[in-house]
């Protein structure tokens, strides 16, 4: 069986690489414990007034340092900070943060009937039927016909039967027919006029 090893100076490339690899590996995941970190900045301001830069130096455009958190690069930890963040209480506007839907509103109490506000719409009244009732036909005891009158149109028409494509006769009585509008459920008995 072969190793590999027939070629020395690649095999010995190959272990160089390994150990670089290794030494770079170790040296990534432990850090560097030679040098120690650098002592935390606290820049303070001091009571006095600041210098004023000179108006023609490149430092003269710069804004003035912000908080000591945004300037920092320090990565120590600062208790302090981490005292007021603890102190700080959560108030919120009453709203649940742990559901995605809000709660229902209250139902109101319905209103006695004297404090109900009217509607501001009212439909309107249905359209009158314009047909006349002139009379009938048939035997006394047997299925009657009537005659309706509309304009100069007349229709004659038997219980059940639908006039005028809009209009069903219900109901033929001696002196009265009821009638039906089949397009806006109106209904409506129209005398007999003789006229």
């Given amino acids: 069986m072969k190793l590999g090893t027939e070629n020395r100076t690649k095999t010995l490339i190959a272990a160089a690489l390994l150990i670089v690899a290794g030494a770079l ?8 414990q030679s040098a120690p970190p ?6 303070k301001p ?3 007034a600041p210098a004023q830069p ?36 959560y108030k919120g506007a009453g709203r649940d943060i742990f559901h995605a839907q809000p709660e229902a509103p209250p139902i109101p109490k319905p209103l006695p ?9 009212t439909p ?3 359209p009158p039927i314009n047909l006349k009732f002139y009379g009938f036909a048939g035997p006394k005891n047997g299925n009657k016909r009537i005659f309706l009158l ?3 149109d007349i229709f004659v028409a038997k219980e059940g039967d639908i ?33």
């Fill in 46 to 48: 001091s009571p006095a």
């Fill in 113 to 121: 009937p004297d404090k109900q506000p009217k509607p501001a719409y």
């Fill in 38 to 43: 650098p002592p935390p900045v606290a820049a």
């Fill in 150 to 152: 509309k304009g100069e």
């Fill in 25 to 32: 590996g170790v040296r990534a995941f432990r850090g560097d």
């Fill in 54 to 89: 000179a108006k023609g130096s490149a430092s003269a455009n710069r804004k003035p340092p912000g908080p000591l958190l945004a300037k920092s690069l320090d990565p120590s930890l600062r208790l302090d900070l981490l005292k007021t963040s603890e102190d700080v209480e």
């Fill in 124 to 126: 309107p009244a249905p």
């Fill in 163 to 195: 006039v005028d494509r809009r209009y069903k006769i219900v109901h033929i009585g001696p002196n009265s027919v009821d009638v039906e509008d089949v397009l806006t459920n109106n209904r409506q008995t129209l005398p007999l006029s003789m006229s």
